[in-house]
Structures are given as structure tokens and as C-alpha cells.
């Protein structure tokens, strides 16, 4: 059973935000919109102060109550793990950003641009009638994955098949595959690094993974 | 562009979304105790056709808020682990069987608009509390709350456009000292968690202790009310009508700040939280805590 994740690499993220842009223009999410973000966080008091930097998103949770609150069923999950949005069938009632303890959702009520009233060429290819008034948020790229596999690529090892934020990682920070693969990239960088999943007491069973240290606890 | 907020207000549920549980509270504790006035042979159409109108209208905000308003039925798909659906098909039976009790003034029918109603109002609080996203609304305590606060909110209004008799009142005081004893429970509650903060400093505002002096007010006023009732052997006399209005409009009025607030201020998303840091530089280094 495939299961993918993604994995980020907090020792090698240096907050460049390009995996935000990327994931916006492949994307076309409206202004103030972001399905990637890497949150620039400082942590204790001077002279003892930390800085990192944190990409953030769909977490695509192995039990996510984004999916269990929704009222109309539009949020999904598919076999591979991947949690989907009918935009469909989604009314719009923002109860899964509610229920989202990673603040991954958003919605917007009427279609907004980059510069003005107009979409650019860009936009006007990825922005559709679908998208408003419903949620929305990270498909960590569900559509290059699948046409990807349909051609016997490999997600996370063939750019064509692996998500945009991947892609563009100028550090190698992020990760993306299949870790039911054993032998694979990325069930071999978590065996070989310690790492931690965010707000795991929620019982979410999230699949994004946070790699801090080298060698095993 | 430098991201360094992880925690902010939600945006996505406003007053129209509170009205909804302002409205359900009110209208589901009013139609509860017009139940029991039903039962007691006291008139209680007017109290359960105003307990309707009230869940009513707070289905209607809701309605007016959510994005795609022509889907709207698209919420009754998901019984199996959604409390917004739950609520929603409750509604749809209360409403109709609580219409037929105010028509016919049907007593069997008025109790079983009672437990839909009872029903609809626990909905509400577990909508909240199934929220994981909002530490304030996540807590544990948010149920008897919502429960305690639509009692006193219906008992209170009842005192206006029911009766004022001592077994009212009773009822009344009763279930703002239930909700008093669930305010100090939820703000505890609240106080222990550590990503709460923020919102713990929204009850201290102005607003939220007008909301509370209220309550308090309304609470005071109502058993002062009751103590002249027994005083006068059961007779509303005297100071007693006047202060049992008094002491419901606040009792009703209290819980209606106290959820707005607590939707549209209080309801903060869960900060990003790093068990440890990451090791750089050369040599790796020490794992640190946060």
C-alpha cells in the first residue's frame, strides 16, 4: 500500500520561500492564498535566541478531522493517503479550517487577482469558478502525481511526478515519496535522522515529517 | 515575505456564525422549559413558537455565511462522524414536530420537540468541541458550557414571555448556577492550556466583563425574585415580576456576549509548536528545547 508523505529537513530549510512561490504559480491561488508557507520563527531571549524556519501546510493527516467534521463529505482521502476536496460538493462552511489544528485551509468569497481586476495569463489557466466559496488547500500536487504514475514515473524521484514545492527547494530541505517503500528515499531518511510530527497529541497521525537531528533516539 | 505569526484569530466564522449558536442556545433551552410548562398545564405556545423562531434564525445565519448557500443541503451528507449534519437533521425534525405542538398545542408533541431540541443544543456544543483546530473551543469543558448557557439563555427568557411562578424561577436559578459552575470549570480549563493564552486575555476585556458582571447581575436579580415569591407564599408580587425580567433578559443576554465573543474574538488557531530545534553548523550540535 502506497502511502506518501513529505518530509522537510529544518537543518537545511533557509527560508528562501521558494517552494511558496512555486506552489502559488503552479498553483494560482489567489492573493493572500498559500497552500506552502515556511513560517520564520524565533524562539528564547537574548543572547540565547534560535531562528528556523518551518514549512507549513496540509499535513495530509492519516486521520484527519478536517474530514471527519465535514458535513457534506467533500473532504476525502484517497488510498494513498493524499486528503482530497470535491470542490463539488464543499458548501463553503469553513468547519474543516475549524478542525485543522495545522491552519492549512483556506477559502476566499469572490475570485481576486494578482494585479488588479484582471487574471493574468497564468492565472487565467489555473483559477476556476470551482475554487471560490469553497475551501481549499495543499493536494501536495495530486494531479502531477497521478499524471506522473500514469507515465511509470516515480513521485519524489521524477521531477514531473513529485510536487512543485519539492521541486523548487533550492537546499534539498524537502522530501516527498512513498514511505510504505522500505528500501526507498524516504523511509531511509527518517531511519537515519530523528525527527518529529507536529501536534501528534491530536491523534492526527500526520504525514509530514520534521527532520532536526542525524542518527536515531 | 517573512512569515512569523503561527497563531491568529480565525476569520472564517463571524457574528453570523455566532448568531447560530446564540440563536440555537436560546431557542433550544426556550422550547426545553416551554416543555415543561407544557407538562405543568401552564400556556406554552408562544415560549416553544419563540424558542423555534430563535433556532430557526440562527440556522438562517448560518446559511447566509457559508459559501456556496445553493449547496446547502450537501450538509446532511455526513451523519456518520459530523456534528454539523447531526445538527442539521435534528433541526429539520424539531422544527416541524415543535410547529404541530404550538398548532395543536399537543403535550406529547411538545416533549418530544423538547429532547429534539435537547438534542440540537448538544449538536452545537460538540460542532465546537470537535474543533482542533481552536484551542478554546477544543476544551473539554466547552460542552457543559454550551449545554448550561442554552438553559439559562431559554429559562431566562422564559421568565419574560411565560410566568414568573416560583417553579420557573426555580428552574431559572438553577440553571444559571449550572452555567456559573460551568464558566468557572471552562475558564480553568482554559487557564491550563498552554496555547490558550490569547484567548484568556479576550475574557478580560471590557466587553467580556460586561458579559460576566451580567451574569451576575441576572443571576443575583433572579433569586432575589424567587426569594420574594416564597416570601409571598407563591404569589408573584410586588418587586418580584419586574426583577424576574430583569434577571432573564440579563441571564439571556449574558450567554449572547459571552458566545460572540467566544466565536468571533476568542477562537484563535493553534500555534506551530517545535518540540526541539534543528542542529546546524559544523559537528552537528546539542539538541535544544524550544
Same mark, same amino acid.
Given at each position: 500500500?502506497?502511502?506518501?508523505?513529505?518530509?522537510?529537513?529544518?537543518?537545511?530549510?533557509?527560508? +528562501?520561500? !521558494?517552494?511558496?512561490?512555486?506552489?502559488?504559480?503552479?498553483?494560482?491561488?489567489?492573493?493572500?492564498?498559500?497552500?506552502?508557507?515556511?513560517?520564520?520563527?524565533?524562539?528564547?531571549?537574548?543572547?540565547?535566541?534560535?531562528?528556523?524556519?518551518?514549512?507549513?501546510?496540509?499535513?495530509?493527516?492519516?486521520?484527519?478531522?478536517?474530514?471527519?467534521?465535514?458535513?457534506?463529505?467533500?473532504?476525502?482521502?484517497?488510498?494513498?493517503?493524499?486528503?482530497?476536496?470535491?470542490?463539488?460538493?464543499?458548501?463553503?462552511?469553513?468547519? +474543516?479550517?475549524?478542525?485543522?489544528?495545522?491552519?492549512?485551509?483556506?477559502?476566499?468569497?469572490?475570485?481576486?487577482?494578482?494585479?488588479?481586476?484582471?487574471?493574468?495569463?497564468?492565472?487565467?489557466?489555473?483559477?476556476?469558478?470551482?475554487?471560490?466559496?469553497?475551501?481549499?488547500?495543499?493536494?501536495?500536487?495530486?494531479?502531477?502525481?497521478?499524471?506522473?504514475?500514469?507515465?511509470?514515473?516515480?513521485?519524489?524521484?521524477?521531477?514531473?511526478?513529485?510536487?512543485?514545492?519539492?521541486?523548487?527547494?533550492?537546499?534539498?530541505?524537502?522530501?516527498?515519496?512513498?514511505?510504505?517503500?522500505?528500501?526507498?528515499?524516504?523511509?531511509?531518511?527518517?531511519?537515519?535522522?530523528?525527527?518529529?510530527?507536529?501536534?501528534?497529541?491530536?491523534?492526527?497521525?500526520?504525514?509530514?515529517?520534521?527532520?532536526?537531528?542525524?542518527?536515531?533516539? | 515575505?517573512?512569515? !512569523?505569526?503561527?497563531?491568529?484569530?480565525?476569520?472564517?466564522?463571524?457574528?453570523?456564525?455566532?448568531?447560530?449558536?446564540?440563536?440555537?442556545?436560546?431557542?433550544?433551552?426556550?422550547?426545553?422549559?416551554?416543555?415543561?410548562?407544557?407538562?405543568?398545564?401552564?400556556?406554552?405556545?408562544?415560549?416553544?413558537?419563540?424558542?423555534?423562531?430563535?433556532?430557526? /434564525?440562527?440556522?438562517?445565519?448560518?446559511?447566509?455565511?457559508?459559501?456556496?448557500?445553493?449547496?446547502? +443541503?450537501?450538509?446532511?451528507?455526513?451523519?456518520? !462522524?459530523?456534528?454539523?449534519?447531526?445538527?442539521?437533521?435534528?433541526?429539520?425534525?424539531?422544527?416541524?414536530?415543535?410547529?404541530?405542538?404550538?398548532?395543536?398545542?399537543?403535550?406529547?408533541?411538545?416533549?418530544?420537540?423538547?429532547?429534539?431540541?435537547?438534542?440540537?443544543?448538544?449538536?452545537?456544543?460538540?460542532?465546537?468541541?470537535?474543533?482542533?483546530?481552536?484551542?478554546?473551543?477544543?476544551?473539554?469543558?466547552?460542552?457543559?458550557?454550551?449545554?448550561? !448557557?442554552?438553559?439559562?439563555?431559554?429559562?431566562?427568557?422564559?421568565?419574560?414571555?411565560?410566568?414568573?411562578?416560583?417553579?420557573?424561577?426555580?428552574?431559572?436559578?438553577?440553571?444559571?448556577?449550572?452555567?456559573?459552575?460551568?464558566?468557572?470549570?471552562?475558564?480553568?480549563?482554559?487557564?491550563?492550556?498552554?496555547?490558550?493564552?490569547?484567548?484568556?486575555?479576550?475574557?478580560?476585556?471590557?466587553?467580556?466583563?460586561?458579559?460576566?458582571?451580567?451574569?451576575?447581575?441576572?443571576?443575583?436579580?433572579?433569586?432575589?425574585?424567587?426569594?420574594?415569591?416564597?416570601?409571598?407564599?407563591?404569589?408573584?408580587?410586588?418587586? /418580584?415580576?419586574?426583577?424576574?425580567?430583569?434577571?432573564?433578559?440579563?441571564?439571556?443576554?449574558?450567554?449572547?456576549?459571552?458566545? /460572540?465573543?467566544?466565536?468571533?474574538?476568542?477562537?484563535?488557531?493553534?500555534?506551530?509548536?517545535?518540540?526541539?530545534?534543528?542542529?546546524?553548523?559544523?559537528?552537528?550540535?546539542?539538541?535544544?528545547?524550544?
Amino acid at each position: 500500500m502506497t502511502r506518501y508523505v513529505m518530509v522537510a529537513d529544518l537543518r537545511r530549510c533557509v527560508g +528562501c520561500q !521558494t517552494c511558496t512561490a512555486a506552489c502559488k504559480e503552479g498553483n494560482g491561488t489567489p492573493p493572500g492564498v498559500q497552500w506552502r508557507r515556511v513560517l520564520d520563527l524565533e524562539t528564547g531571549t537574548y543572547p540565547n535566541v534560535n531562528r528556523v524556519f518551518v514549512p507549513v501546510g496540509c499535513q495530509h493527516c492519516a486521520n484527519p478531522p478536517c474530514m471527519e467534521v465535514c458535513p457534506s463529505t467533500a473532504t476525502g482521502q484517497r488510498a494513498d493517503g493524499i486528503v482530497t476536496i470535491d470542490y463539488e460538493l464543499c458548501i463553503g462552511c469553513s468547519y +474543516c479550517a475549524m478542525a485543522c489544528p495545522y491552519d492549512a485551509r483556506s477559502m476566499v468569497d469572490h475570485a481576486e487577482y494578482a494585479f488588479g481586476e484582471q487574471p493574468t495569463a497564468v492565472e487565467a489557466t489555473r483559477i476556476g469558478r470551482e475554487r471560490i466559496g469553497v475551501a481549499t488547500k495543499c493536494t501536495f500536487c495530486a494531479g502531477r502525481i497521478d499524471a506522473g504514475t500514469a507515465r511509470g514515473l516515480i513521485p519524489g524521484q521524477d521531477p514531473e511526478a513529485t510536487p512543485l514545492c519539492v521541486n523548487s527547494c533550492i537546499s534539498g530541505a524537502l522530501a516527498f515519496g512513498d514511505i510504505e517503500d522500505k528500501d526507498g528515499p524516504i523511509a531511509t531518511l527518517l531511519a537515519e535522522n530523528q525527527w518529529f510530527r507536529m501536534h501528534e497529541s491530536e491523534g492526527t497521525e500526520p504525514g509530514f515529517y520534521y527532520v532536526w537531528d542525524k542518527g536515531t533516539l | 515575505m517573512s512569515q !512569523t505569526v503561527t497563531s491568529r484569530r480565525q476569520r472564517h466564522w463571524d457574528l453570523r456564525a455566532a448568531g447560530n449558536f446564540i440563536g440555537g442556545g436560546t431557542g433550544s433551552g426556550l422550547v426545553v422549559v416551554a416543555a415543561a410548562a407544557a407538562v405543568n398545564g401552564a400556556p406554552f405556545r408562544v415560549a416553544l413558537a419563540l424558542g423555534l423562531g430563535g433556532v430557526a /434564525a440562527g440556522l438562517s445565519l448560518v446559511w447566509l455565511e457559508i459559501g456556496r448557500p445553493w449547496r446547502a +443541503c450537501n450538509v446532511f451528507f455526513h451523519a456518520r !462522524t459530523s456534528w454539523m449534519t447531526r445538527e442539521g437533521m435534528v433541526a429539520i425534525v424539531l422544527i416541524p414536530v415543535g410547529v404541530i405542538a404550538v398548532l395543536t398545542a399537543n403535550v406529547p408533541a411538545a416533549l418530544f420537540a423538547a429532547l429534539l431540541a435537547a438534542g440540537f443544543l448538544f449538536c452545537q456544543a460538540r460542532i465546537l468541541r470537535a474543533a482542533r483546530g481552536i484551542p478554546a473551543w477544543r476544551q473539554e469543558q466547552i460542552v457543559t458550557l454550551i449545554l448550561a !448557557t442554552g438553559l439559562a439563555e431559554g429559562s431566562g427568557i422564559f421568565l419574560i414571555v411565560g410566568a414568573s411562578a416560583t417553579r420557573w424561577l426555580v428552574i431559572a436559578l438553577f440553571a444559571a448556577l449550572l452555567r456559573e459552575a460551568a464558566w468557572l470549570s471552562y475558564r480553568a480549563g482554559l487557564a491550563a492550556t498552554p496555547q490558550a493564552a490569547r484567548s484568556l486575555a479576550v475574557f478580560a476585556t471590557a466587553p467580556a466583563r460586561l458579559a460576566r458582571a451580567a451574569q451576575l447581575v441576572g443571576l443575583a436579580a433572579i433569586a432575589v425574585a424567587l426569594g420574594i415569591v416564597v416570601a409571598a407564599h407563591g404569589v408573584p408580587s410586588g418587586m /418580584a415580576v419586574p426583577l424576574a425580567w430583569i434577571g432573564g433578559a440579563l441571564a439571556a443576554m449574558s450567554g449572547w456576549g459571552m458566545k /460572540a465573543l467566544l466565536i468571533t474574538r476568542a477562537g484563535f488557531t493553534r500555534a506551530v509548536i517545535l518540540p526541539v530545534m534543528p542542529t546546524r553548523g559544523k559537528g552537528g550540535g546539542h539538541a535544544r528545547p524550544v
